[in-house]
């Protein structure tokens, strides 16, 4: 089954600690991104890849950093520069950046 | 630039009722057209799209949007909703064939079903 996975589903940190958050897809897109969902708000994009060992920054990057070194995985974490990073975290992926974006499933960061 | 703007942030309607959610984009070449839906704690999932060709477009569980060039519109319509239709909808934009640029979302419209 082609898909996206993001793992894990709940994911609870201290202040002050990074955590990376798992994203990887079996679809063979060469674009990936990250979004950033708070309650009753839209979706903010973070980073983005277009291709492999590439990437940028969208609208919210200050506080996270992605890596892009397999087409499949796309990782990102959330550094202690964040300054509020409790959130619902998306990972998407497309074959090209203008294209139908497949999600997964979400990761819910909760830092104590 | 493209940009997308979802008119209404709350659309409360009854069940068995008819829903249109607004969405209007602004750009200055073709586009291509998204409707997706997320459930509560879930990823985003396609409802329909509009790429070319014909301006009505089907979705999955009834859902239809028409694309109105002249007035840059994609209203997602229903003719009867279900309880269980009761989610975030999110339309979006990007640039259609030959252009660059990417996916743009618009801020979403959560649709609640009553009984």
């Known amino acids: 089954d082609g898909g996206i996975t993001q793992s894990p589903k709940y994911l609870f940190r201290k202040e002050g600690q990074n955590v990376t958050l798992s994203c990887e897809q079996n679809l063979n897109h060469d674009a990936m991104y990250w979004y950033r969902q708070d309650p009753g708000q839209g979706l903010r994009l973070i980073y983005y890849?277009?291709?492999?060992?590439?990437?940028q920054k969208g609208d919210i990057a200050e506080g996270y950093s992605v890596s892009r070194e397999k087409k499949e995985s796309f990782p990102l974490t959330v550094t202690s520069a964040q300054k509020n990073p409790t959130a619902f975290y998306l990972c998407?992926?497309?074959?090209?950046?203008?294209?139908?974006?497949?999600f997964g499933p979400g990761t819910r960061l909760t830092v104590l | 630039a493209q940009s997308v703007t979802q008119l209404d942030s709350q659309v409360p309607v009854f069940e068995e009722a008819p829903v249109e959610l607004r969405c209007n984009y602004s750009s200055s070449v073709s586009v291509y057209l998204f409707w997706y839906v997320q459930y509560p704690n879930q990823g985003l999932q396609l409802l329909l799209k509009?790429?070319?060709?014909?301006?009505l477009v089907k979705g999955i569980n009834g859902f239809e949007a028409e694309f109105n060039k002249s007035q840059t519109s994609f209203h997602l319509r229903k003719p009867s909703v279900h309880i269980s239709d009761t989610a975030e909808y999110f339309c979006a934009v990007s640039p259609g064939s030959s252009n660059t640029g990417k996916l743009i979302f618009g801020q979403g419209t959560t649709l609640q079903v009553k009984p």
């Open positions: 509009y790429l070319s060709g014909s301006t």
């Open positions: 890849s277009q291709i492999v060992n590439d990437f």
């Open positions: 998407a992926s497309s074959i090209e950046l203008r294209g139908e974006q497949f």
